[in-house]
Nanobody, 128 residues
């Protein structure tokens, strides 16, 4: 069992930056795909950034590539998503998830992750 708790969400103006964190506890051993998803009101949940915990390979959706960076701190069992050049359309609830399926070289639209564990989410609001 893996327990995930997100933090760091908030409100920011367009063009600003924000970093969200995901603290993992429980059985965090081994290598697996872990990452960030988001869901805006009235929209489907979408994959944003995925990392392979074993080697650090990262994967992004085209919509965030070059602006968002996913990283991990193994010593702290924490996953991060650094978000720069935020846009109004980045406004969503951001979820951390673990034990997900391989996303492909670029996270496609509709990638649901098939993740086994999910956090409760943290809200990110970007004002234009």
């Amino acid at each position: 069992q893996v327990h995930l708790v997100e933090s760091g969400g908030g409100s920011v103006q367009a063009g600003g930056s924000l970093r969200v964190s995901c603290a993992a506890s429980g059985y965090t051993y081994g290598s697996y795909y872990m990452g960030w998803f988001r869901q805006a009101p009235g929209k489907e949940r979408e994959g944003v950034g995925i990392i392979y915990t074993g080697g650090g390979s990262t994967y992004y959706a085209d919509s965030v590539k070059g602006r968002f960076t996913i990283s991990q701190d193994n010593a702290k069992n924490t996953l991060y998503l650094q978000m720069n050049s935020l846009r109004f359309e980045d406004t969503a609830m951001y979820y951390c998830a673990a034990h997900c399926s391989y996303p492909g070289r670029v996270i496609p639209e509709g990638y649901g992750g098939d993740c086994r564990y999910w956090g409760q989410g943290t809200q990110v609001s970007v004002s234009s």
